[in-house]
């Protein structure tokens, strides 16, 4: 039996579990998926020992994305980005970042082309990096925006063909975007947007990275506004997908597994 699992803390508020192991049924593969919760000083040692005992593969989440950079050989883009959230334990322990993929997967399926777009970034933390990240690379024009303009602009300063913003500037900066991405936690513990509603308008693709709950204000609007949007549950399957495809080599069954997300949701 393969092993494969989640390392964070706390990680009991999952929803990765459910998802690749109805990934497995799916396909018949002889695999599990489980959790570990180290303190943060023992993260190298949890590393190292799932690495021993045969781990196939890990996904990394808060706090430790940063800091298994300096456990792994992270690829090109987690570098960049500065997170790793999938580790592939196949020889030499290599770090990748999945949630760039994962957003563009997503904005995809809602029918953006990234190529030539203007897309609009709300927030620098984790998620706005790498979805910032992944635009760029897809030949987006990327505007960052932020509450403190200064991580805006640094972030920019670090993704080709970005510039960075304080919040006040969206609705400017919305006004010609094609692409909108809210990757703050805005939306996930009050009824709130981050984005001022007469700012959205029916050219725009709208992904919200937050998925509790589902249907946020950001959406709401964006939907009243004529936007196409996108759910944040979307953004974690592909991120789940692509992680499973690296590991095991095999084609996702994306359905079963959205299936198995949303049932917790």
Do not use: C
Request: net charge negative.
């Amino acid at each position: 039996m393969d092993v494969y699992g989640l390392v964070g803390n706390p990680v009991g508020h999952s929803l990765s579990p459910p998802m690749h192991e109805a990934a497995y049924e799916e396909l018949g593969i002889d695999a599990r998926y489980v959790t570990f919760e180290p303190d943060a000083e023992d993260l190298e040692s949890a590393i190292r020992g799932a690495a021993a005992l045969g781990v196939r593969g890990l996904n990394v989440t808060i706090p430790f994305k940063r800091d298994v950079l300096e456990l792994v050989e992270p690829d090109d883009l987690a570098a960049r980005i500065g997170a790793v959230n999938t580790i592939d334990f196949a020889g030499e322990l290599t770090g990748h970042n999945t949630d760039a993929g994962g957003a563009l997967r997503a904005l995809r399926e809602g029918g953006v082309e990234p190529r030539d777009a203007n897309a609009v970034v709300v927030g620098a933390g984790g998620a706005g990096r790498a979805t910032a990240f992944g635009l760029a690379d897809a030949g987006a024009e990327v505007r960052i925006a932020n509450r403190t303009v200064d991580r805006a602009r640094d972030l920019a300063e670090e993704v080709p063909h970005a510039s960075g913003h304080g919040l006040d500037a969206l609705a400017d900066l919305l006004s010609d975007a094609d692409v909108l991405v809210n990757a703050t936690s805005v939306g996930m513990e009050t009824d709130a947007s981050p984005v001022p509603a007469d700012a959205l308008h029916g050219g725009l693709t709208v992904l919200d990275a937050v998925y509790r709950p589902l249907e946020t204000r950001l959406l709401r609007d964006a939907e009243a506004a004529g936007a196409t949007t996108v759910d944040g549950a979307r953004m974690l399957l592909y991120q789940g997908v692509e992680a499973f495809e690296r590991w095991t080599g095999a084609s996702a069954p994306a359905d079963e597994m959205d299936a198995a997300l949303r049932a917790r949701l």
